[in-house]
């Protein structure tokens, strides 16, 4: 198979995997009947079975086994694995949790802006330089940060959780080598016990299935639909160069962003400046990207 054909099967694999947390960000508007916290423990507890049989088929269970046996070597990496664990659930939790509870947009303004802070965290925690493309993009961003704390005195939570969240899990997974599937395998193995406890504790489907078995149907969907835009996104990565997966990070805001808006959320005038201040940020940061696939290609 060719260099181009690898690359456009990357390209379409990595778009299918954007359109499925999307639908998935969507389809929460279907479970309205259950809590963002029952929500959270089926999706876990669902994509966790089909995310190890993928492991398996895949052969990457090594990296699985080599995280053991570094726990059984270095005790402190426990620590480490626990803290990660907690980052990501908190993510995977707010993802469900926030378009039933009018939080969608500012969960998606948090996707758009998380790039730009992970260029950010880059300069301070690795010492890596920042291109002209990418100080220039962190001057739009500042100044729509800067306009969205005069006009609401302060960012959302759920914005400032994602933006924020997500670099310093990433970069805790890049400072302790698990910066793999193996790795968000175990921090979801360490979420099945508060995943469990949600589905249990009160939980809607549990008691109700007597009486609307169809639910079942709909939280069996969610795991599916998860499962597969792990395993399409996973799949993507080997065929992807990195300027070009940076690129195609953006696709899944603008859909959680149009999905949101058909949930009914809107976005006030005065927040309009943020919003293309954030835009022109990720326009540069493409703009930087598409220079240098050129640049490969020639």
Known sequence: MSTQT?????????????????????????????????????????????????????????????IFERMMCTPSFIFTRVISSL??????????????????LAVSL?????????????????????????????????????????VSQTLTWPTLAVCLGYPIYFWLRHKTDTNHIGGMWFDMLLSLPVSLYFIFDNGFVVHRLSINFNLIWLVLGLGLISALALGFQSLSAP???????????????????????????????????????????????????AVSLKRQQR
């Not at 954007?18 to 029952?38: C, I, K, P, Q």
């Not at 980052?87 to 969608?104: C, R």
């Not at 805001?253 to 309009?272: F, K, N, Q, T």
Request: charged share 10%; glycine share 8%; aromatic share 16%.
């Open 110 to 150: 948090g996707y758009f802006m998380m790039p730009i802070t992970m260029v950010v965290v880059g300069w301070f925690a690795f010492k890596d330089r920042m291109s002209r493309f990418q100080k220039l993009a962190c001057a739009f961003a500042i100044i729509g940060v800067i306009n969205q704390l005069a």
């Open 239 to 289: 065929h992807l160069n990195l300027s070009l997966f940076g690129l195609l990070i953006y696709v899944e805001p603008v859909l959680l962003l149009l999905v949101a808006l058909l949930l009914g959320e809107s976005i006030m005038p005065s927040e309009w400046p943020t919003y293309i201040a954030i835009w022109l940020a990720v326009m540069v940061l493409c703009l930087e990207g």
């Open 87 to 104: 980052l990501l659930g908190f993510q995977l939790w707010l993802f469900m949790w926030a378009p039933n509870n009018g939080y969608g």
């Open 6 to 66: 690898n690359t456009s099967l990357g390209v379409i694999l990595n778009v299918i995997a954007s359109a499925l947390f999307a639908l998935m960000f969507a389809y929460s508007a279907l479970l309205h009947d259950l809590g963002g916290d029952e929500i959270y423990g089926w999706r876990i507890s669902l994509t966790f079975p089909l995310l190890t049989v993928f492991i398996l088929i895949n052969g990457y269970w090594s990296q699985v086994t080599r």
